[in-house]
């Protein structure tokens, strides 16, 4: 069995790789060659931690498994950040297991290729502002894919800690970018061409009044029963799309409105993989707000293994274990 740690990971796949990775992960979902399976998440009793177990098959590119792994909230005073996640790989041909891989930076960077793969392929192609909604760990994720794909030069920011918005600003800065932090989540909403919100939030944060026509949004927070980012009434009125149906329905940002009646399965555009394939269109036009709701699936996780297992085995790093 191969290991790669934590830093090894970071060494071996990019921001650019991961979305490469992930968006040919969701055509091949949407072409019925990978599927996930059934989530299992859960409040584990103790510590005041989530934890959770996502698995799936990509027969595609061949490969098969699992990631582990939650949210732990007291975490940061112990030296250690707050989601931990390990990715288990297993031989496709033989169902043994073939290689374990710390994911904590892979489950990052994968979430901020989901959005970016949204963007690029649902926003308008002139989007030169970026609104954030919550500027913690993910946030820089988010901004790094998103300028891979989109010549972002301005980049507005809400977040209820005033530390939070000076770390983020310090990185918008690094990058050449013009920060506004905000003194209201309204002022980014009303100002951005692209919107992520990537929060834990359990109510809703962006009113439909305050997005302009055009906008796109990424709702990167939901994963959870419960957790809410957006006025059910936006969601409704949105252009949507999924990364999967029935996890966005059921525990994305889609499950309000959904709950609530104001849409049904049906109102669904389609997934982004869909479109990735050419299968169906996504934005329709310049006025269109469009919405991708980012769950996180299986495939993200263990498509960015895969590539970090590959890419160590071709350069001789990694530590091989007997198992």
Do not use: C
Not at 126 to 132: A, H, K, N, P, V
Not at 229 to 235: H, I, K, M
């Amino acid at each position: 069995m191969l290991i790669i740690s934590e830093a090894l990971a970071r060494e071996l796949v990019s921001a650019e790789d991961a979305i490469d990775a992930v968006e040919q992960s969701f055509a091949a979902m949407a072409r019925g060659m990978a599927r996930n399976y059934p989530v299992v998440r859960e409040v584990v009793g103790h510590a005041d931690a989530v934890f959770g177990v996502k698995t799936g098959a990509d027969i595609s590119v061949s490969f098969l498994g699992l990631k582990a792994g939650g949210y732990w909230p007291h975490n940061l005073p112990r030296g250690l950040t707050n989601h931990q996640s390990s990715t288990l790989l297993f031989d496709p041909d033989t169902g043994r297991a073939s290689a374990l891989v710390s994911a904590n930076y892979l489950t990052g960077v994968r979430t901020g290729a989901a959005s970016a793969i949204a963007t690029k392929h649902l926003s308008r192609r002139d989007s030169t502002r970026l609104g954030i909604i919550g500027t913690g760990a993910q946030s820089a994720y988010q901004l790094r894919a998103t300028m891979a794909v989109r010549n972002i030069r301005t980049v507005y920011a809400w977040d209820p800690s005033a530390d939070n918005l000076d770390t983020f600003g310090k990185l918008v800065a690094e990058l050449g970018l013009d920060y506004k932090p905000g003194d209201s989540r309204e002022a980014v909403a009303a100002n951005a061409d692209i919107l992520i919100t990537v929060t834990p939030s359990s109510k809703a944060l962006v009113k439909k009044a305050w997005v302009r026509p055009g906008t796109h949004i990424s709702a990167m927070g939901a994963d959870t029963r419960g957790k809410q980012e957006l006025d059910p009434q936006l969601v409704a009125s949105a252009a949507l799309f999924v990364d999967e149906a029935a996890q966005s329905l059921s525990i994305g940002e889609l499950q309000h409105a959904f709950g609530l009646g104001l849409i049904t399965e049906k109102d669904i555009r389609g997934s982004i993989g869909e479109v990735i394939a050419g299968m169906i269109d996504g934005r329709k036009s310049d006025e269109d707000v469009t919405l991708f709701d980012g769950t996180g699936v299986a495939l993200q996780d263990l498509v960015v293994a895969d590539l970090a297992v590959k890419r160590a085995r071709e350069r001789g790093l990694g530590v091989d274990v007997d198992y």
